[in-house]
């Protein structure tokens, strides 16, 4: 099939899912187009069957914002008519499914186009629920010709929320589990802990700090801080404040993940919303052992005591007790990083996921 994918090309769990998932469409023979306003961060340029078309917003004086999703929805539209496209494929739901849909409109003469939106979780439980964004957030999900979610939590939080009727498909997020696994590990003179992020209020980083803050009352270790964003500033300020900077690094925006997660042992995702939790999905996959919150669908993804551990949102003092078990007891971290990694493949693995898109492409296209 020829697909195009309109995602956020920047760092947040959407945009690298979407850019993920053409990348595994493109391998299995399908013709894949992104169109968007700049290239996505994980995006590899020498894929074949890969294409990037850049949407162009002119910045005219009139204009107070740049109208970026009327410049998207002209973009699709090209591409559609230039290349054939068989379906649209938009993640989160502002405002590219309302592009997707005049994209529809404008090619509806010559052409069908149908198009497909998947729903992430802050396009539903923060941007959507915004009293400006709410009405055409419904519209744009009743308009579509497809809606998925990445879990189940999302799925009934986007009917309990926005009333819709229409079916709505859950399907998981997924890893390339040939691509994330564990690694051999030079000798560490401390353990690592890991946190990923966009750095955005809702994932509380700070948290981790404090949770480092607290470990290392009783554990030599080191936290890695892998993301950007606008709580990066104040972690880095209240690492400093409590004084264990030289234990915390924070390494900025990476595009190989796949490569630092076997260098660490433990991830935190303290986050007061998530979901599904791509980035514990990743860890698992490469036997890190997630302690996280019990919050949206993580736990459709972490058996709590099992392959990872669930504390309440903010209690720091519960996460920090998880890490230390972890790290006192290596039996312990050995087990639950083997079941980590056979729950990613038993259930999440690229072979398992992909197909269940490929369908859902075939049944909207018809």
Same mark, same amino acid.
């Given at each position: ?9 920047? %760092? ?29 961060? !994980? ?6 069957r890969v294409h990037y078309h850049e949407v162009d917003v002119t910045n005219y004086p009139l204009f107070a914002y740049p109208p970026y999703c009327l ?8 591409? @559609? ?15 590219? =499914? ?24 802050? $396009? ?24 998925t979610t990445v879990s189940d939590y999302l799925n009934v939080r986007t009917r309990e929320v926005f009333g819709v009727q229409k079916p709505i498909e ?7 589990? &040939? ?9 560490? $003179? ?16 700070? $948290? ?26 104040? @972690?880095?300020?209240?690492a400093h404040d409590l004084k264990i900077g030289s234990h915390c690094r924070f390494l900025g925006k990476q595009d190989r993940i796949d490569e630092l ?9 303290? =986050? ?52 230390? &078990? ?15 990694? $056979? ?13 269940? %898109?490929?369908?859902? %492409?075939? &049944?909207?296209? !018809?």
């Open positions: 099939m020829k697909i195009g994918i309109t995602c956020y090309p920047t %760092y947040g769990g959407s945009g690298i899912v979407a850019t993920e998932l053409g990348m595994e469409l493109a391998l299995r023979g399908h013709e894949i187009h992104f169109i968007s306003y700049a290239h996505p961060i !994980r995006l590899r340029t020498n894929l074949d410049a998207l929805a002209a973009r699709m539209a090209d591409v @559609a008519a230039t290349y054939d496209l068989d379906v649209l494929h938009v993640h989160y739901a502002i405002p590219h =499914s309302i592009s997707a849909l005049l994209a529809r409109q404008m090619t509806a003469a010559t052409r069908r186009l149908p198009f497909i939106t998947t729903l992430h979780g802050t $396009d539903i439980t923060l941007v959507g629920v915004e009293p400006s964004y709410f009405e055409i957030t419904k519209f744009s999900i009743e308009s579509s010709d497809g809606v859950t399907i998981h997020n997924f890893v390339n589990c &040939d691509l994330y696994k564990p690694a051999p590990r030079p000798h560490a $003179d401390r353990p690592r802990l890991v946190h990923i992020s966009n750095f955005r209020p809702v994932k509380r980083p700070l $948290d981790c700090v404090r949770i480092l803050h607290r470990v290392l009352h009783e554990q030599d270790v080191e936290l890695w801080m892998v993301g950007d964003g606008p709580e990066r500033g104040p @972690a880095e300020r209240l997660l076997p260098q660490t042992d433990i991830l935190l995702l303290p =986050s007061e919303h998530e979901a599904f939790g791509l980035a514990a999905l990743e860890a698992m996959a490469c036997g890190v052992v997630p302690v996280a919150t019990q919050t949206g669908g993580v736990g459709e993804l972490v058996s709590n005591g099992l392959d990872g551990f669930l504390e309440p949102v903010g209690d720091v003092e519960a996460q920090a007790a998880r890490v230390l &078990d972890l790290l006192s007891r290596q039996t312990l971290r050995a087990r639950m990083s083997r079941a980590a990694r $056979d729950t990613a493949r038993a259930r999440f693995c690229t072979n398992l996921i992909i197909p269940r %898109y490929e369908k859902f %492409y075939t &049944d909207v296209a !018809r």
